[in-house]
T-cell receptor, first 113, second 110 residues
């Protein structure tokens, strides 16, 4: 069965360190998304990609970057981790149709100390 | 005004009752509407989607869409304790990105 795999599931890091969260999907979807989820804010879009070499900023992109070198992977990098980036991060994908639902990974819980 | 608004709850209903969850959205150009369920510590999972005005039924779930009033609702019939979760409303606006509400927590008590 197709799936989205995120790693690691849990990560603790220190302020100022660079951190990369992995996302790998076997749906063969062109569209991939990164969200963060915080109490009171719901799911907020960080970055998204519509295909290889395409990346776009979402509503909360400051301090984050992504790259898309193949269809399957969209790693999320925190350039210099801050305590405000402590959150649960979800990767999602869908096919190219605007009315297609998102398929989510299991999430990564990141703590920045 | 938030783009997608939901009452955070908790909404408490007895087992066997109908749970009614509501969502309003601000973008009149929105085209696609989704309901996701999220158990504590888990990822969101799709329950239903609706594109046209009116009702759409799937088992115990009914989604209702009223574009003129800009609201979408989810009815859960014969609510079970296993339905206790947070329900997220998501809307595709005039871009094709999905915008989520903050979710409504549902508690079904025996």
């Amino acid at each position: 069965d197709a799936e989205i795999t995120q790693s690691p599931r849990h990560k603790i890091t220190e302020t100022g360190r660079q951190v990369t969260l992995a996302c790998h999907q076997t749906w063969n979807h062109n569209n991939m998304f990164w969200y963060r989820q915080d109490l009171g804010h719901g799911l907020r879009l960080i970055h998204y990609s519509y295909g290889v070499q395409d990346t776009n900023k979402g509503e909360v992109s400051d301090g984050y970057s992504v790259s898309r070198s193949n269809t399957e992977d969209l790693p999320l990098t925190l350039e210099s981790a801050a305590s405000s980036q402590t959150s649960v991060y979800f990767c999602a994908s869908r096919d190219g149709s605007y009315n297609s639902p998102l398929h989510f990974g299991n999430g990564t819980r990141l703590t920045v100390t | 005004q938030k783009e997608v608004e939901q009452n955070s709850g908790p909404l408490s209903v007895p087992e066997g009752a109908i749970a009614s969850l509501n969502c309003t959205y601000s973008d009149r150009g929105s085209q696609s509407f989704f309901w996701y369920r999220q158990y504590s510590g888990k990822s969101p999972e799709l329950i239903m989607f609706i594109y046209s005005n009116g009702d759409k039924e799937d088992g115990r779930f009914t989604a209702q869409l009223n574009k003129a009033s800009q609201y979408v609702s989810l009815l859960i019939r014969d609510s079970q304790p296993s339905d206790s979760a947070t329900y997220l409303c998501a809307v595709t606006g005039n871009t094709d990105k999905l915008i989520f509400g903050t979710g409504t927590r549902l508690q079904v008590f025996p």
